[in-house]
T-cell receptor, first 114, second 114 residues
Framework: EAQVTQNPRYLITVTGKKLTVTCSQN?????MSWYRQDPGLGLRQIYY???????DKGDVPEGYKVSRKEKRNFPLILESPSPNQTSLYFC?????????????FGPGTRLTVT | AQSVAQPEDQVNVAEGNPLTVKCTYS??????LFWYVQYPNRGLQFLLK??????LVKGSYGFEAEFNKSQTSFHLKKPSALVSDSALYFC????????????FGKGNQVVVIP
């Protein structure tokens, strides 16, 4: 089954404790992205990657890091989480073909930082 | 920068009645527009897209959307709403300059009343 998977689905942590949220897709997509969803704000892009070893900042990159060493994986790293990073996080992927721009989303990771 | 506006926080509709969820957009260049639906505790699911061609776009689950260039709108419609259509609906516009970033609206909660 074609899908985007994220782990963990739920995470409660404390301020300052480094964490990684994994994202993997099995559709051979070039493009991958991370979004955070907050009530009343919709989804905002954190980082994106056009292909392996190519990453760039989105709209709200502060406090986050990413890497793209393999085509299928795009982990999100919070080096020192803070309470304002409590949110619902989504990973997404899409092909990089003309007209095929729809993105496929993972199930989400609900992060709480206390 | 591109953006979308979803003016209503919540749309209430009786089962069997027509459903409309409004979206207006702002983008330089050709608009690539999308609708996504989010059910409780789930990721976003792609419903339909407008890239070019016919102004009336048909998508999944009986939904359609009408692209109106003069009014810069892309309203989502369904002729006869079902209780199972109750969900959060997001309109999005793609970055026209190759990032593939999606700018999302804040979302509309649709409540279909039995």
């Amino acid at each position: 089954e074609a899908q985007v998977t994220q782990n963990p689905r739920y995470l409660i942590t404390v301020t300052g404790k480094k964490l990684t949220v994994t994202c993997s897709q099995n559709m051979n997509h070039e493009y991958m992205s991370w979004y955070r969803q907050d009530p009343g704000l919709g989804l905002r892009q954190i980082y994106y990657s056009m292909n392996v070893e190519v990453t760039d900042k989105g709209d709200v990159p502060e406090g986050y890091k990413v890497s793209r060493k393999e085509k299928r994986n795009f982990p999100l790293i919070l080096e020192s989480p803070s309470p304002n990073q409590t949110s619902l996080y989504f990973c997404a992927s899409s092909p990089h073909e003309e007209g095929a721009y729809e993105q496929y989303f993972g199930p989400g990771t609900r992060l709480t930082v206390t | 920068a591109q953006s979308v506006a979803q003016p209503e926080d919540q749309v209430n509709v009786a089962e069997g009645n027509p459903l409309t969820v409004k979206c207006t957009y702002s983008v330089s260049g050709n608009p690539y527009l999308f609708w996504y639906v989010q059910y409780p505790n789930r990721g976003l699911q792609f419903l339909l897209k407008y890239i070019t061609g016919d102004n009336l776009v048909k998508g999944s689950y009986g939904f359609e959307a009408e692209f109106n260039k003069s009014q810069t709108s892309f309203h989502l419609k369904k002729p006869s709403a079902l209780v199972s259509d109750s969900a959060l609906y997001f309109c999005a516009v793609r970055d026209p300059y190759g990032n593939n970033r999606l700018a999302f609206g804040k979302g509309n909660q649709v409540v279909v009343i039995p």
